[in-house]
Nanobody, 125 residues
């Protein structure tokens, strides 16, 4: 099966920054819409950002607008999530996922075919 790998998580103080990476060895990520999701302990998984396959347009959850930036690096076959001004409520396991769809990407989990195992982000003093 397709293997997605997330990396870049860790323990960060409030106000700090992280860059999460999503890579895949068997998929050209430029041909897929890619979403980032997160899940805190005891909470539902929520979409935080995505980047569309068709035109590279992006979408962000209201809670992360202005702090999170999603981007692609085709040469490295990677999608990144730059997270700035981290808050304690950003704590959780972050997942990337691939959506085989044109048009505007969506932050709901429906339709995303491939998922990584997640990278843990902990925001704490």
């Amino acid at each position: 099966q397709k293997q997605f790998v997330e990396s870049g998580g860790g323990l960060v103080q409030p106000g700090g920054s992280l860059r999460l990476s999503c890579t895949a060895s068997e998929l050209d990520l430029d041909l897929w819409s890619i979403g980032w999701f997160r899940q805190a302990p005891g909470a539902e998984r929520e979409g935080v950002s995505c980047i569309s396959r068709s035109d590279g347009s992006t979408n962000y959850a209201d809670s992360v607008k202005g702090r999170f930036t999603i981007s692609r690096d085709g040469a490295k076959n990677a999608v990144y999530l730059q997270i700035d001004d981290l808050k304690p409520e950003d704590t959780g396991t972050y997942y990337c996922a691939a959506l085989n769809s044109w048009g505007t990407c969506r932050l709901q989990t429906y339709g995303y075919l491939y998922w990584g195992q997640g990278s843990v982000v902990t925001v704490s003093s």
